[in-house]
């Protein structure tokens, strides 16, 4: 009867470890990425999750036009700046914002919200952004990207930030 336990645990064992690597080699559909760097003095850093084309349209069908957009998968983004900025001429506080966007053909609204720490969506398939929490609202202009991008990412530059996915380019600049 001891053999008997002894054989049945080192299964269980071999199997919780073989069942764990399993779990932990499974990719992300949509991976945490971060983007970092330098804006006119200020540290800036956004974490995102980023999802992938995969054969799909992307704005105007999976992400609508004129409807808030979580600005990448999983949890909200968190855009976060060391010191006060200029975004596109508006004033943002230091501190840590959850980033949305509403998507347009040519214009686009990105919007800097207080509430942070949430999942990027409600189960009903809406934002969880709170307009009564939106710190900072501005106007861009999208353009046609320099090439295809299968996964959403985040660049920054000395004039600002840009989202780049699919065929789409988004300058945010930071004056």
Same mark, same amino acid.
């Given at each position: ?55 799909? %349209? ?5 992400? @609508?036009?004129? #409807?808030? *957009?979580?600005?990448?998968? !999983?949890? &909200? $983004? ?17 501190? %840590? ?5 509403? @998507?347009?053909? #040519?214009? *686009?609204?990105?919007?800097? !919200?207080? &509430? $942070? ?37 985040? $660049? ?20």
């Amino acid at each position: 009867m001891k053999n008997k336990t002894i054989a049945f645990g080192f299964v269980l064992a071999l199997a919780g470890v073989f069942l764990t690597s399993t779990i932990m080699a499974q990719a992300q559909a949509s991976p945490a990425a971060t983007a970092k760097g330098t804006v006119k003095g200020a540290n800036i850093t956004i974490n995102y999750s980023a999802p992938s084309v995969k054969g799909r %349209k992307i704005w105007g069908d999976l992400v @609508p036009y004129d #409807k808030v *957009w979580r600005a990448g998968a !999983n949890e &909200a $983004t968190i855009f976060e700046t060391d010191r006060d900025i200029k975004i596109e001429g508006k004033k943002l506080a230091k501190g %840590k914002y959850s980033l949305y966007a509403i @998507p347009g053909v #040519k214009e *686009w609204t990105i919007i800097f !919200n207080s &509430a $942070t720490g949430q999942w990027g969506i409600n189960r009903d398939g809406t934002t969880t952004q709170d307009p009564a929490k939106d710190v900072l609202r501005v106007k861009v202009h999208a353009k046609k990207s320099s090439g295809f991008q299968e996964k959403l990412v985040y $660049t920054i530059s000395a004039k600002g930030f840009d989202l780049i996915w699919e065929n789409v380019d988004v300058p945010v600049f930071i004056d």
